[in-house]
């Protein structure tokens, strides 16, 4: 009986002590979080994956500087991953607010620079090098471009050195011994005097000038990622050619895309699908009159390129049209075609596909239309989604959408004059 109340005296000592150790702990705890809940400058670490270009402040999107329109593709290696803390502050009646404890990762540009090869597509944050990196709010001042990556050299001080195309300027950006990268102007994409732009008669007068936009980049790289790359973009429409030959509004695809990479390439998969045979017609947009010389849609990534591409293939035939809506959306546009059959052509009319799709891009050219502005009639808007290739269910699906009345009669008057019947 003593060996029995000793061994429970034990344990019941053990569980007392067990338990104020407990509440001990408890009461501790209750009185941080207590603490941190009260001081109105308390700050809750916690941690956030950044792709070594990201940053906690706001930054300008990439959607307006895309070519417009859209595309179902993602691709490309992303850049490398580290983890930052950022920090929740309790600030009155404004609630909680995230910000970075620290300025954007500039140590890991020059290793996604030194990934980089020929036809990547860089996704660069840019900021001010003169000293006014910050709004007067405190906000940084910072904004995410695009660039083609053209050529890998090496700079006059031994620095490795990304030469590449933005915004029709051609650029070079040099990683910096202390992080980060310099980026500066050489000149512009397109010369008036390059041959194969007299394949385009009329844009040479509307090409932009390096004063126009040069003081519109910022000269500072604090952030780079590769976010895709032309040959990327190639395998995704071979392999899925619906994205870029459908329309962008269609009952077969998203209706709202808001990827900024998607439509900022959706030029590019569709004159890549011209190319390869998977379309015959495409429009693209040359010269829009109602955006600034820094938003051209003819300067969206590959977009020139491309544009070269077509010029010298023989197989390609080259339309112009240009707007009469002078005071209102002013405008010049190419349209391309197929003078072969393509993969899509319908079995009766292969024989004379090329004259099919001649005619298709002259009755376009004939009404003025812009690829980056609506046509105004249903009927017009069936007959260029038609001329395209377009699909009667997905040009009726557009329209719909759109609240645009049509009926069968259209679609019918639209195949008269398309020879399609």
Same mark, same amino acid.
């Given at each position: 009986r003593t060996v029995a109340a000793a061994q429970f005296e034990g344990r019941a000592s053990n569980c007392r002590e067990k338990r104020a150790l407990t509440m001990a702990t408890l009461g501790a705890l209750a009185t941080v979080a207590s603490a941190g809940n009260l001081a109105s400058s308390s700050r809750? *670490?916690?941690?956030?994956i950044v792709d070594g270009s990201a940053s906690a402040s706001k930054k300008n999107s990439l959607a307006r500087r895309g070519g417009g329109g859209r595309s179902g593709f993602r691709g490309g290696a992303g850049g490398a991953r580290a983890v930052a803390?950022?920090?929740?502050? +309790?600030?009155?009646?404004? %609630?909680?607010?995230? =910000?970075?404890?620290a300025r954007p990762s500039v140590s890991l540009v020059g290793t996604v620079l030194d990934a980089a090869s020929v036809g990547d597509l860089l996704a660069l944050v840019l900021t001010p090098g003169d000293g006014e990196g910050h709004f007067a709010s405190g906000e940084?001042?910072?904004?995410e471009m695009w660039c083609v990556v053209t050529k890998i050299s090496t700079s006059s001080g031994g620095r490795h050195m990304v030469e590449g195309e933005m915004f029709g300027l051609k650029v070079q950006i040099v990683d910096q011994p202390q992080?980060?990268?310099?980026? %500066?102007?050489?000149?512009?994409?397109m010369n008036?005097?390059?041959? &194969? !732009?007299?394949?385009?008669?009329? &844009?040479?007068?509307?090409?932009?000038?390096? $004063?126009?936009?040069?003081? !519109?980049?910022? =000269?500072?790289?604090?952030?780079a990622k590769i976010v895709s790359s032309l040959r990327a973009l190639e395998a995704c429409v071979a392999a899925h050619p619906g994205a870029w030959t459908s329309g962008e509004v269609s009952a077969s695809r998203r209706a709202v895309i808001t990827d900024p990479l998607e439509?900022?390439?959706?030029? @590019?998969?569709? !004159?890549? $699908?011209l190319l390869a045979g998977e379309r015959s017609v495409?429009?693209?947009?040359?010269? *829009?009159? &109602?955006?600034?010389? %820094?938003?051209?849609?003819? %300067?969206?990534?590959?977009?020139?390129? +491309? !544009?070269?591409?077509? @010029?010298?293939?023989?197989d390609i035939g080259i339309e112009m049209s240009m707007s009469d809506d002078v005071e209102g959306h002013p405008g010049l546009t190419t349209v391309l075609y197929n003078k072969k059959a393509v993969k899509a052509t319908k079995p009766a009319h292969v024989g004379n596909a090329g004259e099919i799709n001649a005619l298709a891009a002259t009755t376009i050219a004939t009404l003025g239309s812009q690829a980056n502005c609506p046509a105004v009639t249903p009927y017009e808007r069936v007959l260029v989604g038609m001329a395209l290739g377009y699909g009667e269910r997905d040009?009726?699906?557009?329209?719909?959408?759109?609240? =645009?009345?049509?009926? @069968? $009669?259209v679609f019918m008057r639209a195949r008269q004059v398309l020879n399609t019947q």
């Open positions: 809750i *670490a916690t941690p956030r803390t950022t920090e929740a502050r +309790l600030s009155g009646f404004s %609630g909680p607010r995230v =910000s970075g404890t940084d001042n910072l904004e992080g980060g990268a310099r980026l %500066g102007v050489t000149g512009v994409v008036r005097n390059d041959r &194969w !732009l007299e394949k385009y008669p009329g &844009w040479e007068s509307h090409l932009v000038r390096q $004063a126009q936009i040069e003081p !519109l980049l910022k =000269s500072s790289v604090v952030g439509r900022a390439t959706q030029c @590019a998969g569709e !004159l890549l $699908a495409v429009m693209c947009q040359l010269w *829009a009159g &109602w955006v600034d010389p %820094g938003e051209q849609p003819a %300067g969206a990534p590959w977009v020139t390129q +491309l !544009l070269r591409r077509a @010029a010298e293939n023989e040009i009726a699906y557009h329209l719909d959408k759109l609240g =645009s009345p049509f009926s @069968a $009669a």
